[in-house]
């Protein structure tokens, strides 16, 4: 029975820190986002990721000019994600958007 409460708590606990935590990580992804500007270098972009402790993932694309980069949520159920194209050494856009079809 004391298991149940103890896990009960948890629940209770995790249901009430969740929202803040999704508001508090979709806001630094929202923050990066618009921070990147046309030209800079996949390198640049996942430094600042790392500085801000974000999770990003490169997808292959078969042209080997053109790159693909998400920073993904780790709160988000939706796919909540900055998704950051470029081609050769340079960014071309960023836009954030949901349902992002993550790895």
């Known amino acids: 029975m004391k298991l149940i409460v103890n896990l009960m708590q948890l629940l209770i606990i995790a249901v009430l820190i969740y ?13 990066l986002c618009d921070g990147l ?7 640049d972009i996942t ?14 694309l078969a042209d080997t ?6 920073i ?4 988000s ?3 909540f994600s900055c998704d950051i194209k470029g081609m050769g050494k340079k ?8 349902d992002a079809d993550t790895p």
């Open 65 to 70: 000019e053109k790159w693909h980069l998400q």
């Open 72 to 75: 993904i949520s780790r709160a």
């Open 77 to 79: 159920f939706a796919g």
């Open 19 to 31: 929202p803040f935590f999704y508001l508090w990580e979709t806001d630094k992804i929202e923050k």
């Open 37 to 43: 500007a046309i030209g800079m270098s996949a390198e």
């Open 91 to 98: 960014m071309s856009s960023a836009r954030i958007i949901e």
């Open 47 to 60: 430094a600042k990721a790392d500085q801000y402790f974000l999770k990003w993932h490169e997808k292959p």
